[in-house]
T-cell receptor
């Protein structure tokens, strides 16, 4: 059991660029959720993927998109980066959509300049 | 629109004493609540949960109390230990939903 791993740990991008963040779920977990945590705030739900399909989305614009692969790893893509996208991005996986035992990764710290 | 609120950004407690962290919510559809602990440079770690059919759940030194009428929950840590120093987030979910709503966190410092 290796837990949830995210890459990269830190990233600096320029406004207008695109970024891809990656998450490797805990073994056996088929559900992954992505959260954005701005400085001084709690994590905010971006979306959830279950068996490669989007299964719910928070209040984020379409330039935030995701993918989940057959091995249940996933990606978060953000297009046309804005300064306000600077945040810690957390990935969390669970055994199923009905299981609330989410395991979080350590996150990717994105800075947009 | 912050549906889960933690109004105390920080709390300091002497080692061995009780730590009480509070959380309020506004959405009456919430029926499952969790507490997470977060150390710097790490992801949140699940601590304890409670469903709305209960008003108390205990796990070792950690107890969560739920007052549905007041839309309030609290986490009690007894006795507090220096290793408990971390940021604590409460989170809530509705049965029909698939996302958790997090509070802004309370930074607990346990003084040796």
């Amino acid at each position: 059991e290796t837990g949830v791993t995210q890459s990269p740990t830190h990233l600096i991008k320029t406004r207008g660029q695109q970024v891809t963040l990656r998450c490797s779920s805990q073994s056996g977990h088929n559900t992954v959720s992505w959260y954005q945590q701005a400085l001084g705030q709690g994590p905010q739900f971006i979306f959830q993927y279950y068996r490669e399909e989007e299964n719910g989305r928070g209040n984020f614009p379409p330039r935030f998109s995701g993918l989940q692969f057959p091995n249940y790893s996933s990606e978060l893509n953000v297009n046309a980066l804005e300064l306000d996208d600077s945040a810690l991005y957390l990935c969390a996986s669970s055994l199923s959509i009905a299981n609330y035992g989410y395991t979080f990764g350590s996150g990717t710290r994105l800075t947009v300049v | 629109d912050q549906q889960v609120k933690q109004n105390s950004p920080s709390l300091s407690v002497q080692e061995g004493r009780i730590s009480i962290l509070n959380c309020d919510y506004t959405n009456s559809m919430f029926d499952y609540f969790l507490w997470y602990k977060k150390y710097p440079a790490e992801g949140p770690t699940f601590l304890i949960s409670i469903s709305s059919i209960k008003d108390k759940n205990e796990d070792g030194r950690f107890t969560v109390f739920l007052n549905k009428s007041a839309k309030h929950l609290s986490l009690h840590i007894v006795p507090s230990q220096p290793g408990d120093s971390a940021v604590y987030f409460c989170a809530a979910s509705a049965y029909t939903g698939n996302q958790f709503y997090f509070g802004t966190g309370t930074s607990l410092t346990v003084i040796p």
